[in-house]
């Protein structure tokens, strides 16, 4: 009997369940940082010009066909819709018309005292600001009376010299050159920008190559 014992022990192992040592401990699990979250997206700065762009545009009156349909035409429908006699409303919804968003009016000026000349861009907006109180007191006329074109497909600019007056037929009062951009959208011509300078802010004549429509 012992020995049947013995190999049961022999088999079974020699000491009992209680009696083996422990399962050594599992390691403690090392603290894991909760993942950083992700960076904001850079905001893309063409993309909103474009959608501001977009919303502006829905937001210019509608122009007349006819004004927008050429060069020719949106060039004299700019001449024409800031021109007119003194205590006449100009058709401000018009003007803006011609006008794509961002556009801008830039003047050159010699502020008083000054040696040198100053840029002073302004929006269309800020000119029909200007113009409600100015024509309601003071007569205006500009023509053109000359003009160089250059282009490359939708773009344009165009060398317009002017005159103007403040009657129809009075003394002339200023004459310069408007550097004018437009831009053909596939639909109808736009005004972009329009830089003026006039010869006494200039100190010269305009050049004789800008003389001759």
Same mark, same amino acid.
């Given at each position: 009997?012992?020995?049947?014992?013995?190999?049961?022990?022999?088999?079974?192992? !020699? #000491?009992?369940?209680?009696?083996?040592?422990?399962?050594?401990?599992?390691?403690?699990?090392?603290?894991?940082?909760?993942?950083?979250?992700?960076?904001?997206?850079?905001? /893309?700065?063409?993309?909103?010009? !474009?959608?501001?762009?977009?919303?502006?545009?829905?937001?210019?009156?509608?122009?007349?066909?006819?004004?927008?349909?050429?060069?020719?035409?949106?060039?004299?429908? &700019?001449?024409?819709?800031?021109?007119?006699?003194?205590?006449?409303?100009?058709?401000?919804? %018009?003007?803006?018309? &011609?006008?794509?968003?961002?556009?801008?009016?830039?003047?050159?000026?010699?502020?008083?005292?000054?040696?040198?000349?100053?840029? %002073?861009?302004? #929006?269309?907006?800020?000119?029909?600001?200007?113009?409600?109180?100015?024509?309601? =007191?003071?007569?205006?006329?500009?023509?053109?009376?000359? %003009?160089?074109?250059?282009?490359?497909?939708?773009?344009?600019?165009?060398?317009?010299?002017?005159?103007? %007056?403040?009657?129809?037929?009075?003394?002339?009062?200023?004459?310069?050159?408007?550097?004018?951009?437009?831009?053909?959208?596939?639909?109808?011509?736009?005004?972009? /920008?329009?830089?003026?300078?006039?010869? /006494? #802010?200039?100190? &010269?004549?305009?050049?004789?190559?800008? =003389?001759?429509?």
């Amino acid at each position: 009997m012992s020995r049947l014992l013995i190999a049961c022990a022999v088999l079974l192992g !020699a #000491t009992s369940f209680a009696q083996a040592p422990a399962a050594p401990a599992s390691p403690p699990k090392a603290a894991t940082a909760p993942p950083a979250p992700a960076a904001p997206a850079k905001p /893309n700065p063409l993309k909103a010009a !474009a959608e501001r762009t977009q919303a502006a545009l829905a937001q210019v009156p509608k122009a007349k066909p006819e004004d927008v349909k050429s060069q020719d035409a949106i060039l004299k429908a &700019l001449y024409d819709v800031i021109s007119g006699p003194a205590g006449t409303p100009r058709d401000w919804q %018009r003007f803006r018309s &011609l006008f794509y968003p961002g556009a801008q009016l830039i003047p050159l000026v010699k502020p008083p005292g000054a040696t040198t000349l100053a840029a %002073r861009p302004i #929006t269309p907006e800020d000119y029909v600001t200007w113009g409600q109180e100015a024509t309601a =007191t003071h007569g205006f006329f500009e023509k053109e009376t000359a %003009r160089q074109t250059h282009a490359f497909g939708a773009l344009v600019q165009v060398m317009s010299t002017y005159e103007a %007056r403040g009657t129809q037929d009075g003394p002339l009062i200023a004459k310069g050159v408007n550097s004018i951009q437009l831009f053909n959208d596939g639909q109808r011509w736009w005004v972009m /920008n329009i830089f003026w300078i006039d010869e /006494n #802010t200039a100190g &010269l004549k305009v050049p004789k190559d800008l =003389t001759q429509k």
